[in-house]
């Protein structure tokens, strides 16, 4: 069972992971740091919003409208973290 949780541990870090890179990377592309013509940068931007988007809609839809803000990698970021704390509390449920 130890095995479960570090496999449960090592997917919420990289979902992590994948989130805060589509945020910077989107942060980039606004600001015109990067540009989506590259190859690479439009590779990786592609197959993030393809890995991020199912869950993104799923949180879209509870959160209201606002406009030109969304907050919904902040709200995923949240629950990971939640996720997180939940399964280290319950980590001996698992030994």
Known sequence: MQSLFQILMLLLDILWFFIIAHVIMSWLINFQ????????????????NRLLEPIYSRVRRILPPMSGIDLAPLVVLVAVYALRIVLINNAAAFY
């Open 33 to 48: 740091v990067l540009n989506l013509r590259q190859q690479f940068v439009a590779q990786v931007w592609y197959g993030l």
